[in-house]
């Protein structure tokens, strides 16, 4: 089976000591929640504060990037090891917000997958496509295109470590939430393109615009396996609702 994830995606959010404080308010109130994966993806200056605030409770820490190599003369980079030693056991790669402003390609997200793997940390990788893709009907070929290049050459073993976070374009930030329907669908699809014998392991999570009032119709989804969230991530009463729809 495969365990449901809730994942809050910071972005550029929150400071060490608002991480802390949201951590500490959001502990009790999750703290009998053992059917789902409970992970916070916070931006690299508050994951240490975060991860100790976390010591002893259900939630997981993760970075919302990656370098692949493990240290070097790469300035402002930062790399799985690190990652590693600052508690987190989750890494968000390829990020519509990365591929659009940073420049990653799928040749970059499968190299940062790699690093991810080699090191033990799970990675959540993002694919999407953007509103003028949908519209000319290219949705599926975007996506084939991102797994086939993104996800490439991995061993049987490796995809363990593997989450695909399903996040269109148009619907991050915007409040526009792809219907269950068109999640589904894509959802779906992707499953397909997977290894036969992982395909059905393997969790594929929804991103965009999740919110308490439409997590439940999506997550009522056969193929959706959990949410990506940013916004509704940000204030611990949301998140709270959504881990416990
Ligand atoms: P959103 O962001 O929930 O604010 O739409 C989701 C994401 O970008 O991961």
New binding site residues.
């Given amino acids: 089976m495969r365990k449901p994830i809730m994942a809050g995606?910071w972005?550029m959010y929150k400071t060490p000591t608002e991480a802390e404080d949201f951590v500490k308010a959001l502990a009790p109130q999750v703290k009998d929640v053992q059917d789902k994966v409970i992970l916070l993806c916070a931006p690299a200056t508050a994951l240490q504060k975060l991860s100790e605030a976390a010591v002893g409770t259900n939630i997981f820490i993760g970075g919302e990037n990656l370098f692949w190599e493990d240290e070097g003369a790469f300035t402002g980079e930062i790399s799985a090891p690190m990652l590693k030693a600052v508690g987190c056991s989750y890494v968000i790669i390829g990020?519509?917000?990365r591929r659009q402003y940073f420049g990653e390609t799928d040749e970059t997200v499968n190299k940062k997958l790699k690093a991810a793997i080699k090191h033990n940390l799970n990675a959540i990788v993002?694919v999407g496509e953007t509103l003028v893709q949908r519209e000319a009907n290219e949705t599926f070929k975007v996506i084939e295109k991102q797994i086939k290049d993104g996800l490439s050459g991995l061993a049987t073993r490796d995809w363990g470590l593997v989450t695909i976070?399903y996040?269109p374009v148009w619907?991050?930030?915007?409040g526009k939430t792809a219907s269950p329907e068109q999640a589904q669908d894509v959802h779906a699809h992707i499953r397909k393109l997977l290894p036969k014998e992982i395909g059905n392991d393997v969790r594929i999570l929804y991103?965009?615009?999740?919110k308490p009032e439409n997590v439940k119709e999506l997550m009522a989804k056969p193929d959706i396996d959990g949410g990506?969230?940013?916004?509704?991530?940000l204030k611990v009463e949301s998140f709270v609702k959504l881990i416990k729809y």
């Avoid at 991103?207 to 999740?210: T, Y």
């Avoid at 990506?228 to 991530?233: K, S, Y």
């Fill in positions: 995606n972005k990020h519509s917000e993002c976070a996040e619907a991050i930030g915007t991103g965009g615009s999740v990506l969230v940013g916004g509704a991530a």
